[in-house]
């Protein structure tokens, strides 16, 4: 199963994630305290999740929109289509 949340807004922006069969393709995140900046996880959900890296954005202005979310995973997806469809259809 292949899913995108909606971005959650709390006190500090935003939080916009996907993930597939139940481990993480990438992850943006608000500011916390362990990274006082806006950033994004980014995995691989063949390896069970295994966080590859971790991307700052030092500028708001680079803090990227929904419909550039979903630009960037549809073009995650056809670049892993074969190996969804072997998770899919085993």
Known sequence: ?????????GPNGFDKYARIHESYILRYDSPVDHRPFHHKHVFDPFRAGV???????????MTPTLGDVIKELQDWYWEHEVEIAALEYG
């Open 1 to 9: 199963m292949f899913g995108i949340a909606l971005p959650r807004h």
């Open 51 to 61: 966080e590859l890296r971790v991307e700052q954005f030092d500028d708001m202005d």
